[in-house]
């Protein structure tokens, strides 16, 4: 009896469990969760760009008229209103004290989002039906800023990852100038009878070689100017990343030779070593 009282009273009290509190300028879920929550983010904002690219292609090749088509006007609204959601998401995920380099970097994937055509369609502001197009064509360029970073994001090596985002950029701007040049242009320009006539005048235009047909319309005109620029800025990339790849190359096949040459070296010092030392008698054993 007293043995159990004298335990008793060594005993410490048990503790009740508190969970710590997060520290300040942390984010309120844990690495894991906020890779899975970025994951699928990531994802759904590509799934709904390569819809909205789709939606967008269908009614430039059919002449649709958008703004007259609900069905399409509610589908833009949901995408720039996931755009939106993934935007606060993601400075939510961002620590408190890295927030506003998040917001100074990403703040036009937030102009991006906005649904303009949705906003104009309201409160029935009269704009031409060139600019109308063009903003059209806004949310899609939030879609390929996602995609830019998705691919930067899986990538596993920089230079990679680095020359996959500015061919993803340059594809997909051969791609809506295309789009553009052929609404623009096909009305009044008689050498654009298809799309493949306008996407092959973009190429041409991106690889700076210039191409016999020629935009009569403003914006071909502007496009011409547009895809010349990128071209002249992105091609020099190819070339960069060429190099680096041919240097990993040698550095590799580099190391490759000179790993036998050190073992047999080793070895043939090994050799020497033995061959100079001194002759040792044996031991008569006892």
Known sequence: MMLHSSHTACTPPARSLHLPEPAPGTIPVSPAARRVILDTLHIIVLVLSVLLITVISYTTFKSIPFLKDPLYMRFQLVVCLVFIIDFFMELWLTPRGERHLYMRSRWLYLLLSVPYLNIIDSYS???SSEALYFIRFVPLCRGGLALVIVLDYISSNRITGMFLSYLSI???????????????EQPVNPGVTSYWDAIWWCCMQSTTLGCSLMPVTAAGKV?????SLMGMIMFPLFTVYLSSLILRQRSGLNNVKFAPATVKSAASHSVAALSQAPDVAPHDKI
Request: charged share 5%.
């Open 125 to 127: 502001l009269s704009l």
């Open 170 to 184: 340059l594809a997909l701007t051969i791609y809506f100038a295309a789009l553009i040049f052929y609404e623009c």
């Open 223 to 227: 496009l011409s100017f547009v895809l």
